[in-house]
């Protein structure tokens, strides 16, 4: 039971070129998140998927896009990476969306390195 | 949006001290988590609470929903205990993560 994992674990890139992280849960969850974290910084949401085929916009979408592959793969893409999107990317996991009363503890994968140059 | 404010940002303490971390929150949540995120940059779930308190060895939480604040207990302090401690709360549909409180444990 591997939880949350995440690839690749670092990558540089230059401006304008384009990437998807991976993310990918064992934990049989209905939602997944990926979240930011910039220096010194707690982590901020991009994007999330309550549940197979939907995504929402979190706090800072621009420049992202994401595709809920199936149940347990949720990845990230930049399309025209820009320096300012150097950062640790986090992707969670948890059993459902927000529901006031249900548990719903969020799960965290190792994080992944980009630089962009 | 919901304000999480954690404190205090830095925190240095000697092995074997117990400490306090605070987590002010600015509406009423759903749930809060504690999390440590270690020299590695690996997060690991301390607490899910919403409410209440909970312990687990030398750590323990405490959370009073209707007084908008949580509070991270640490006990005899352990060099492995350094790292950086987020308080992140769940409310208006988005987990929100306060500023952190940087703790250094000295041998």
């Known amino acids: 039971n591997a939880g949350v994992t995440q690839t690749p674990k670092f990558q540089v890139l230059k401006t304008g070129q384009s990437m998807t992280l991976q993310c990918a849960q064992d934990?049989?969850?209905?939602?997944m998140y990926w979240y930011r974290q910039d220096p010194g910084m707690g982590l901020r949401l991009i994007y999330y998927?309550?549940?197979?085929?939907?995504?929402d916009k979190g706090e800072v979408p621009n420049g992202y896009n994401v595709s809920r592959l199936n149940k347990r793969e949720f990845s990230l893409r930049l399309e025209s990476a820009a320096p300012s999107q150097t950062s640790v990317y986090f992707c969670?996991?948890?059993?459902?969306?927000?529901?006031?009363?249900?548990?719903?503890?969020?799960?965290f994968g190792p994080g992944t390195r980009l630089t962009v140059l | 949006g919901i304000q999480v404010e954690q404190s205090p940002p830095d925190l240095i303490l000697q092995e074997g001290a117990n400490s306090t971390l605070r987590c002010n929150f600015s509406?009423?949540?759903?749930?809060l988590q504690w999390f440590h995120q270690n020299p590695w940059g690996q997060l690991i779930n301390l607490f899910y609470i919403p409410s209440g308190t909970k312990q687990n060895g030398r750590l323990s939480a405490t959370t009073v929903a209707t007084e908008r604040y949580s509070l991270l207990y640490i006990s005899s302090s352990q060099t492995t205990d350094s790292g950086v401690y987020f308080c992140a709360v769940e409310g208006s549909n988005m987990l929100t993560f306060g500023g952190g409180t940087r703790l250094m444990v000295k041998p």
């Open positions: 934990m049989n969850h209905n939602s």
């Open positions: 998927s309550a549940s197979e085929g939907t995504t």
């Open positions: 969670a996991s948890s059993e459902d969306i927000w529901i006031a009363g249900i548990y719903n503890e969020q799960f």
């Open positions: 509406d009423s949540v759903n749930n």
